[in-house]
């Protein structure tokens, strides 16, 4: 029976403690949004092997940062 009044006297400040490690991360996100430097105006694609030239540049509305789709057809 004491453990369980233990267990439930833990319980709020456990909740406390996940409230205020929240909040503190969000405060984090804020604060480092202005220092976020600007989204580039255009990307270029990489080829594979040895150099590996450019050979796709995207830019404005066309970024595909991250995505392995074939380019568009003509």
Same mark, same amino acid.
């Given at each position: @029976?004491?453990?369980?009044?233990?267990?439930?006297? @833990? +319980? %709020? !400040?456990?909740i406390d403690d996940m409230i205020a490690a929240l909040q503190q991360r &969000?405060? &984090?996100?804020e604060? $480092? +949004?202005p220092r976020r430097p600007? &989204? %580039?105006e255009w990307l270029v694609d990489l080829g594979i092997g040895d150099g590996r030239p450019p050979i796709e540049v995207h830019a404005g509305s066309r970024l595909r +940062? $991250? !995505? /392995? /789709?074939p380019p568009d057809e003509p």
């Open positions: @029976m004491f453990a369980l009044q233990v267990w439930h006297a @833990m +319980r %709020p !400040q456990r &969000e405060a &984090e996100q604060c $480092g +949004r600007a &989204e %580039p +940062r $991250g !995505q /392995t /789709t």
